[in-house]
């Protein structure tokens, strides 16, 4: 039984199984994570203690969901992507004003990409053992996405303010 309560929300109630489009959900649900944290707690450093904290459960919840699975890094396992898309915005404190809206979409994007190609030594991250590995590599994205993110907002505002 606490095997099943592990595997239900390592897949988030099995969500890859309900739609293909999984990873906008996933994506939604993480920025929404992202938001009731940010907003609920005021100190950054305690912010990033929920966050890494979070990613410590999600390795022990995966591993013990991928066991009951039966396979390494499942890919009906998504709570380690929704876990780790705060991590996206790790560089640069998200504004809900226009220009910051526009690099959700663009930070989510990025991560998918790197979280489905694997660059940079991901790969390796992967092949960490257990709930380790399934949640190392999507930080890992999720951070060289957040680097990405960081410097597209930095060129926008650079380029933003000389038209200004």
């Not at 890919?75 to 404190?93: K, M, N, R, T």
């Not at 994205?141 to 038209?163: S, T």
């Amino acid at each position: 039984m606490e095997s099943d309560i592990m595997t239900a929300l390592a897949t988030l109630i099995s969500l890859s199984n309900v739609t293909d489009l999984h990873g906008i959900v996933v994506g939604a649900l993480g920025i929404s994570w992202y938001l009731l944290i940010s907003r609920s707690i005021t100190s950054p450093a305690g912010r990033w203690a929920i966050f890494s904290a979070a990613v410590i459960l999600a390795s022990l919840i995966t591993h013990l969901a991928a066991k009951q699975i039966g396979e390494t890094d499942p890919s009906l396992i998504v709570l380690d992507e929704l876990i780790v898309i705060p991590f996206v915005f790790a560089f640069y404190q998200l504004k809900w004003a226009r220009p910051d809206l526009l690099f959700v979409p663009f930070g989510l994007l990025v991560f998918g990409l790197f979280d489905l190609r694997k660059p940079l030594g991901l790969v390796y991250l992967e092949a960490l053992p257990g709930g380790v590995g399934i949640v190392a590599d999507d930080l890992g994205a999720a951070l060289y996405a957040g680097a990405i993110v960081w410097v597209g907002m930095r060129a926008y505002r650079r380029c933003f303010r000389a038209q200004a």
